[in-house]
């Protein structure tokens, strides 16, 4: 049961990230391959508050996700004058800068050792512990990325970011600011990807450089597409899906040492299918042009 | 001395691609309420005098001044703002959304297209969606697209696509409008409909400068005609006078043709 929960409490932090991922790749048509980049800021910046600082994870929290936001906007800013596959290039070098960072500032990160015993958020004093104590937390978090994402993508706003997807320089001609409307994506997307962050890393109490690499930031862009890009449904729908059908895999029975790559080959197998049969996601509209 | 009465005036417009002059010291203007043809030969420099003036290429050299204002160079956002909308030789349509999105995209919001005001619902951005909607429904009445409004765009005809170019373009309460061979493959039906809509946009006061292969259409709606050729304006007045003037007929044609 408990470990029932604790995959449901995964699941929710992924779909925070497949929704903000979703927005960016989705709905303004932008290639990022660095979303674990903001999810490793709203991790650490939460984490190191709490274990230096000892501000509350409700506050260390913000300050993340306002820093995810931040770095989106620095990264953003000329990363957004690229098109297409450059684009995608410069967000997976952003992502791997990161990583780095996080793995190579020791004196402020720990490196590789990770930091351990990192305080779990509390309530009136009472320390969250067990994960059917962070299910309604996350749970919030998610109607909350939920309720904004819609809200922004059914807006005058989101019809802008749609219509740079279709046509970046109709968009243009038609007096929008293209490229503020993408930075802003941008960062809106960073800011939710950074409260997942620093979700997870009070709800794990540890984390390490590992759990940010570019393959992680693959993981999520595989949930968006899987669900369908611009489909809020689809992500929500992509990204338990591919949380929970690995964790399946443990019940065959197979040694640990297999059972890693197997899982690998799964996502991959099912990938290709999708893309065979459903080229727009389980729930998406929308095709690649 | 015209430049004061001028909507438009381009001066000493150049544009070179590498070693390649594309516009050389084009001058023109254009005046308000008139119907200006932009022809010439296939690589005459067209398509680029409209992508400059439109903000999507930088000039080399040259101005372009926009009701008094210098308007060179400036981001297309800017110049859309100030008044000039323009449509694409290969259309730009955003296909995967509805022909009622496509027009809203065009209309102007103050709020509603901001990011705070998406998220915090607002009064002021209701009103906008009010306006903006009965705006974008006039001009596709116009058009007489109002029985496709909730088509992808994508599944238009050719000849529809232009039509919603159009009345996008006319969505950003343009006074100015850049069509870029609005007419191109489209059936003679709909090309007598753009012709019809042409003329009742001028007399409505817009002002138009088109870009057009078919000699019938420049005879029947332009009231001017100015012909570039090799990136340089060779012709400039009115279009009976173009098709008998010797320089455009050996621009057309060759050399050879000028003796039959």
Redesign the interface.
Known sequence: MEYLLHILVIAGIYIILTLSLNLIVGFTGLPSLGHAAFYCIGAYTSSLLALRLGVSPWLGMWAGALLAAASGLIIGYPSVRLKGDYLALATFGMGVIVYSIAKNWVSLTRGPLGLPGIPGFSVFGYQLSSPWMYIPLVYVFVLLTLIVIHRITSSPFGRVLKAIREDETAAQSLGKNTSRYKLLSFMVGAFFAGIAGSLYAHYITFIDPSSFTVMESITVLLMVIFGGMGSISGSIVGAVILVVIPELLRFVGLPSSIAAPMRQMLYGLLLVLLMLKRPQGLMGTYRFK | MMEGKALLSVRDLTKTFGGLMAVNCVSFDIEKGTITALIGPNGAGKTTVINII???LRATGGKVVFKGRDITNL???R???LGI??T?QNI??????TVL?NM???T??RK????L???IPDRD?KV??EQ?LKKALHYLEFVGLMDKKDEFAGNLSHGQRRLLELA??LA?DADLLLLDEPTAGVTPRTRKKLLQLFTRLKNSGKTIMIIEHNMKVVRAVSDRVIVLSNGQKIFDGPPDKAFKDSRVIEAYLGTKWRYM
């Open positions: 439109s903000g999507l981001p297309p956002y110049i859309s703002h909308a323009r694409f730009r349509v955003f296909p995967q959304m999105e809203l995209v065009a102007k919001y509603g297209e901001t990011l005001y998406s998220v951005v906008e969606d903006n996008r373009a950003t």
